[in-house]
């Protein structure tokens, strides 16, 4: 018989996370309450005393306290995941996209040895700091999802899970707005970026 360690990492088929995702979704909307990681940031910042600068700050953080608890679980989850449960074999991803990543210079990872896959190291370390591709990735990009998140009044787990699930018209606005920037980006911006 199976361990339960073998039994939960086997690939599970996705109808099983949306299932859940549609479980907690009932569940915060019967409790009134919205779903949305970026909003722990502001919480973040509040208990770390940000409302002495800015009134936009100064809030009852401990209304949100489920959702801290939900994203330090997601990130101890994260690190099981990463450890425990972290396949012998880099991120499975289509051939056609190897293709494309390939064709644009990334190299896709076919061994462990050779990395996970989930970020392209060649890209994403501290010497791709000192180039001009390196800063325009992580800092200007850190930066566009930083502000862009605030910006459009929450992240996309916030919009496209918990608005689109509250029927918000903002958050169907600003979802087209992810996939429109996403489109762009990957089909123009990316290609320009990466053979800088």
Not at 34 to 52: D, P, T
Not at 128 to 134: F, I
Request: charged share 10%; net charge negative.
């Amino acid at each position: 018989m199976q361990s339960v360690l073998e039994f939960i990492s086997q690939p599970w088929h996705w109808a099983v996370s949306g299932a859940m995702i549609a479980f907690v979704m009932f569940l915060l909307i019967y409790l009134g309450q919205r779903f949305g990681v970026s909003s722990s940031f502001k919480a973040l910042c509040s208990i770390g005393g940000a409302g002495n600068f800015a009134d936009y700050f100064k809030y009852d953080w401990k209304s949100h306290d489920w959702l801290l608890m939900f994203v330090i679980g997601s990130i101890i989850g994260g690190g099981i995941g990463a450890t425990v449960l972290a396949s012998p074999e880099p991120v499975q991803i289509s051939a056609a996209t190897i293709a494309d990543l390939t064709e644009l210079g990334v190299k896709v990872p076919m061994t462990r040895a050779e990395g996970t896959g989930y970020l392209p190291m060649d890209l994403f370390n501290f010497e791709a700091l000192t180039s001009l591709k390196g800063i325009i990735l992580m800092v200007l990009g850190g930066f566009c999802i930083g502000f862009g998140t605030r910006w459009a009044g929450g992240c996309t787990s916030g919009h496209a899970i918990s608005g689109l699930s509250n029927l918000q018209m903002p958050s169907l606005v600003a979802v087209i707005g992810f996939f429109i920037g996403g489109l762009v980006t990957t089909h123009f911006l990316l290609p320009i970026i990466l053979n800088l």
